[in-house]
């Protein structure tokens, strides 16, 4: 299926690229498109993403767009984003990817927005690229059917989403009054 | 010699000690409830406060709400960490542990109570909110945009909140109308002001969905009347719910009107046709 000429891989692109910072005109231009005509084409694949089915190919394909942004028609175009590798070479441990999500999860609790490229220096398409690789690890072992792996993988994440849990629970001890705090049995 | 123990621990429910041990659990129940309830009026005029004196800007918005309902379903955490700390062990002193489960199930069922509570309150607080930040930011649609070309007045659709093509009238120039973020924003936010008028058929919903899931699992054999009823009842509902919904949401945004029927017909299938399918109605 197309909308104006361009194919569900292509809106896949557009949107990892989009969220690594690529601006709406420089999407367009990719697809040799005006501004109006890429936001109205856009606009469609927005709604057809909810008929898609959950793990399907297409998907698949969308998370495959975030861990490689740069293929297709976006390869060749400067200021794509690069592909997860690079963002491997500047958080290579599963240790950071825990710490930016527990940041992020507990800061959240106490109504704070965390900017993930302030705080890391890396953009939202990076930081789901350190997700679905590490996702992607923790899956593989599970789907192989290795428990002694998969318990091991297990133990690891608890054990670093407890020290990264308790730091920022630290840090963000002061803002976090509970609104239950005073009522005691 | 077994049962004697068991026969002095039971009637120790009937003791003193034990019957305020449960009244005081209630009362910390109460407290909770209380809380609760008492939390809900000042998050929402907190969430509100916060879009103006944040420049409406709508992430910052949304985390303060998040950051606040955090705090609600705290309330059930501090529920249950209190019963498994505090009152669980010392009524083990009076019963048996499983006559624990009435005690506990007090506790649960409140807990359990303020997810689907701060749903319904998430949809009317979002929904004011939005509406706010539409009565805000539709101002900018309303100034004047002029042709490039020969600076006649433009008329700028008002519910397209993208960049889009605007004829000129006076010397048939096509201009292209480039929004700004706020006027792009509402796009998102006409989701939440369509929810927030669909309201009473949300409730209906929700509560033909649980009255259908409220019937006990069938077996081989049994009347399938009752269960068909409700799953009829349900879809009705459900149907209508996502109707308003499309329907209100169309009213902004004018290019949705085509597709109501079919967006209907997928937001039915995973809200409510998956369900059917897996019920004990094809068993």
């Known amino acids: ?185 | 010699m077994f049962g004697f123990g068991n026969k002095e621990k039971k009637d120790k429910t009937k003791n003193p000690e034990y019957i305020a041990l449960v009244e005081k659990w209630d009362a910390f129940l109460e407290k909770i409830e209380t809380r609760f309830k008492e939390s809900l009026a000042p998050a929402e005029e907190a969430v509100l406060d916060q879009l103006e004196d944040g420049n409406y800007d709508m992430i910052s918005n949304m985390t303060a709400w998040s950051g606040i309902k955090s705090q609600l379903l705290q309330l059930s955490d501090k529920i249950e960490t209190t019963f498994d700390d505090k009152v669980g062990p010392k009524m083990l002193e009076y019963i048996e542990r499983y006559d624990l489960i009435d005690q506990d199930q007090k506790g649960v069922v409140l807990g359990e109570s303020f997810r689907p509570r701060i749903e319904r309150f998430e949809i009317i607080l979002e929904g004011k909110v939005a509406q706010r930040f539409f009565d805000h930011a539709i101002q900018f649609l309303n100034e004047d945009f002029h042709c490039t070309q020969c600076n006649g007045k433009l008329e700028v659709k008002k519910d397209v909140f993208r960049s889009h093509y605007v004829g000129c009238d006076y010397c048939n120039t096509t201009n292209t109308f480039t929004p700004n973020n706020k006027i792009t924003e509402i796009r998102w936010v006409v989701d939440n002001i369509a929810k927030h008028k669909a309201l009473k058929e949300w409730d209906e919903k929700e509560l033909a969905r649980k009255s259908c899931k409220s019937i006990r699992s069938l077996r081989d054999g049994d009347d399938k009347t009752e269960l068909v009823n409700a799953y009829n009842n349900w879809e009705t509902k459900e149907k209508a719910f996502w109707t308003k919904y499309f329907t209100e949401r169309a009213t902004y945004v004018s290019e949705y009107k085509d597709t109501i029927a079919h967006d209907v017909e997928v937001k039915m299938e995973w809200a409510f046709y998956d369900d059917k399918k897996r019920s004990d109605l094809y068993n």
Request: net charge negative; aromatic share 10%.
């Open chain 1, 1 to 185: 299926m197309e909308i104006n000429g361009t194919t569900f891989e292509d809106y896949a692109l557009a949107s990892a690229n989009a969220a690594a910072g690529m601006s709406k005109d420089e999407i367009a231009k990719v697809f040799g498109m005006e501004l109006p005509v890429w936001e109205a084409t856009e606009q469609q694949w927005i709604g057809k993403m909810s008929e898609l089915t959950p793990g399907g190919p297409e998907m698949q394909f969308f998370g495959e767009a975030f861990m490689k942004p740069k293929q297709g028609k976006f390869a060749n175009v400067e200021g794509a984003a690069d592909s997860s590798d690079k963002t491997l070479e500047k958080y290579p441990k599963w240790s950071h990817h825990i710490k930016m999500q527990q940041h992020y999860a507990i800061a959240d609790e106490v109504g704070i927005q965390i900017d993930i490229q302030k705080e890391y220096g890396i953009s939202m398409t990076e930081y789901a690229q350190l997700g679905m690789h590490w996702g992607g690890i923790f899956r593989e072992a599970m789907m192989g059917g290795d428990n002694e792996k998969m318990q091991k993988l297990s133990k690891k994440q608890d054990k670093l989403m407890k020290k990264w849990g308790d730091h920022f629970k630290e840090m963000y001890k002061d803002q976090n009054s509970g609104i239950g705090d005073d009522i005691d049995f």
